[in-house]
């Protein structure tokens, strides 16, 4: 989210800076699937030709156990042609293509390893202090975005409260690649009980 809004403040012609703490882009699984209104936006970034020709344009999906036999699918809408059409693309990639359009705006700047720790707001300008491998930095602006996640440590110095409850189990995800023979999605809808 933090790469998305600094792409389309940066065309807004907005000067911007992004603080990310890791050394660079976070290749764990995460989103994968965009539908109408995220396709939407991702046109509006200008990213969606990119995005469309590294993923896939498919229009159903489905669960299946290791054996092929389907657990549970959907019709996600496809309609051929249509500009919002799902795409499903990782997380990683997406981010990566963002990135590289990032670099047409000098506007926008990303800084690698700045973790943030610290907010300070006054009437005027908000400051924020990044926790660098060159010890901590300042930076101070007129806006700041908090766009870091769940765990969100913005969220936290601003006081925010994250409202919900907690599953009382852990939901674990394999990620690995299975060959199914070449069934196509769709195939697997018609076939579903
Ligand atoms: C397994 C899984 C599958 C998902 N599938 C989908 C899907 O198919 N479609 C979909 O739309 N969504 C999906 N989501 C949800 C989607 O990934 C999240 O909604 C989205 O990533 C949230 O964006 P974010 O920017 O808030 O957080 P993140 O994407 O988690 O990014 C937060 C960033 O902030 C950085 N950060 C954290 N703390 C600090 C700090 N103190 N200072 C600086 N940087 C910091 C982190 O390193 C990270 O890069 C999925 C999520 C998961 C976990």
């Known amino acids: 989210m933090g790469t998305f809004v600094t792409l ?5 012609g907005i ?19 965009y539908t109408g209104p995220s396709v939407f936006e ?3 970034a200008g990213v969606l030709d990119d995005v469309r020709a590294l993923g896939l344009q498919n229009s159903d999906v489905c669960w299946r156990k290791a054996n092929g ?3 549970a699918g959907l019709d996600r809408g496809f309609v051929p ?8 693309l990782d997380q990683f990639r997406l981010e990566t293509v963002i990135l590289k359009h990032l670099e047409k705006y000098p506007n926008a700047k990303v800084f690698w390893n700045h973790k943030v720790v610290e907010l300070e707001d006054s009437a005027e300008f908000a400051t924020v202090t990044c926790e ?16 870091d996640g769940g765990k969100s440590t913005v969220r936290k110095l601003i ?12 939901i674990g995800i394999l990620v690995c690649q299975l060959s199914v023979n070449k069934i196509s999605c769709h195939e697997c809808l018609l076939s579903l009980p």
């Not at 389309?8 to 807004?12: C, D, S």
């Not at 000067?15 to 699937?33: G, I, T």
Request: net charge positive; hydrophobic share 40%.
């Open 15 to 33: 000067k911007v800076l992004l603080f990310e703490a890791d050394p660079q882009p976070n290749s764990a699984p995460r989103a994968a699937v």
């Open 69 to 71: 036999e389907i657990i």
């Open 81 to 88: 042609e249509h500009p919002l059409n799902p795409v499903t």
């Open 159 to 170: 006081d925010v409260k994250f409202e919900g409850f907690t599953w009382p189990f852990t």
């Open 42 to 44: 991702l046109q509006r």
């Open 132 to 147: 660098t491998v060159d010890g901590p930095k300042k930076y101070t602006s007129g806006y700041v975005i908090g766009a």
């Open 8 to 12: 389309r403040l940066a065309r807004a």
